[in-house]
């Protein structure tokens, strides 16, 4: 140690631990504190016990010597905070000019290894704009990857490992998959070795251990768990027919096999397959079953989206166009088809290709049926919904062919769905009318009937007011900031808060709109001038049981009135307007749980109450 260092123990100032310390924290070394950063000491000063920082936010800091010894790590001159502070144009040139022996260094400077992210933050801004990084990074780690002396991770936020001694790709992958003890990890493994089948210069020694290791982990998987096991053959089966000279058993197990063995839950299972392994599974669906068309069609009218596409796919590749076509139009007619599948036929691909004769308003009505059904699935896949929104030409497609009475019809479906927000549903219609003009008219009819006013009580109107004003200065703000706070909490894709939220938002809005409406639309009234000739809005109507004798008393008040412990109804039920306009002694229909029954009017009274609660 220094005189000064020695001294200073000696007076107590410091510990002999501080004192070591001290001994590494010299003028000019570079340092790092955890709440300051980087930093340089300019001057120590042991008359005053206190030293002086540079740090990058903080320039001339003075602390005191024993503080400094207890919270500032010093770091070598090569480290890359360092040789920034040192040489930034330096630094810059060997970044570009030698990618790999950069990584090196930067991964030395944090004992070997370090995550993706810490090299960003290392790099970014100063010798990196974030759109140069993100350029340089990609061409980079295809290099480290090649050089063998780095250790990729396929995860973003594991840490890249630098190695002593290179190790070649075929190598790496050979130990990654005899390491996985996990299913995934196997079948990543895998993966791995199929994308990079030209880095194994001894294909038929180095991967048959692999092809015999898949098949006996998909031996101990085929109860427990079918979709694995199905994955590692075909995995195996890939690597097979892709190297020389690697083979199977004589008596392997295959997938076929599996299928065969599993056709009571064939959908489920396929279901649980991504997408590329799919499409080779479904390949054997031909060697599993004789009837092995007919079995593809069911996929393809009740199958998930990845499902329904590759197995598609493989009638069209096998020549069974034509059986495609004719069940799915089977499909349409039964109502039997899944969104997906109409997601699928109704892609721009397919509808102006192969399958365009089937592009007929049948599959608009199959689409709004399927949409109903769909609507009350909370992990329902709302591809087919924006399909029908965004694709201008898809509507105009359907209808473009469309006789007057299915114009009509399919009209008719779409004013009454409950799937469509009400300006996406007269968007939808607009398109309609502007291929068929004479359409016009139900548009316009619906909307006079919408428009019919509301008569309601001056209490009840009130009362949609009080809720009305609670909505919008309540409910709604407190919403959009719930949106806000749950925004804040970042990476919205898996952020349920945010979700929630904005479902919420939806609701409310629709809320906000429905109720603007119906104010719009209200007419308040006491009832006092009620009509006494016949059953009208403000009367109290005695009707008689024709069939048992027994009597019931009904008030029939405004559209938001009703208290049916009293009698009260609203004029818009289906009581009510099986009562209006009827006179005493008629006999009327009313409308049960269980059918009709029929009614007579005994006496209709006025009804003389000003205030209801």
Partial sequence: MTPEILKTIEAGKVTAAQGAALEKLQPGTYVLH??????QITAVDFLVNQMTIDFNTKRAHPMQLQYGADSLLPIAPDHILAQKAADISGVKARAKDDPVAFIQRVLRSYGGKSTQD??????VPDVFTEAEWKRWWE???KLLKKDGHFAIPSK???AIVLREAAVSRADEHLVAFSHARQLKDQLVALDQILKNLEEFTDPASQLQPIVVAAEDAARKNARLNTAAALQLLAARDEIAERSNGTVRASESMSVAAILREEERQLMTLLEQIPMARLRRILAELPAAFEDWVSRALVLVTRGNARVVGESARL???LGKTEDLRVGLDRALRDHSITSAALTWLCDKRERKGEFRELIHPRVLSAILSA????QFNENRDRKLHDLLMNDKELLPDLVAEASGEELREVMRKLLVTPVFEELNKRSLLGRIVRIHPEMQSMITSDSEERQEALVVSWSSLERRKLEYEDLVKKKIPENTKEIAVARSHGDLRENFEYKAAKDMQLVLMRRQADTERELALARGTDYSNADLTQVSIGTIVTVKDVATGATEVYT??????????KGIISYQTAIGQALLAHKIGEKVPMPTEHGERMVQIMSIEAWRNSVLQ
Avoid at 34 to 39: A, D, I, N, V
Avoid at 556 to 565: R, T
């Fill in 118 to 123: 810490q090299i960003a933050q290392a790099l």
């Fill in 315 to 317: 009638l069209q590749d």
């Fill in 371 to 374: 949409l109903e059904r769909d």
């Fill in 556 to 565: 029939i008040l405004g559209a938001w009135d009703g208290d049916p412990e």
């Fill in 34 to 39: 955890k709440s300051w950063g980087f930093g």
């Fill in 156 to 158: 973003k936020g594991e």
């Fill in 139 to 141: 061409n980079t780690k």
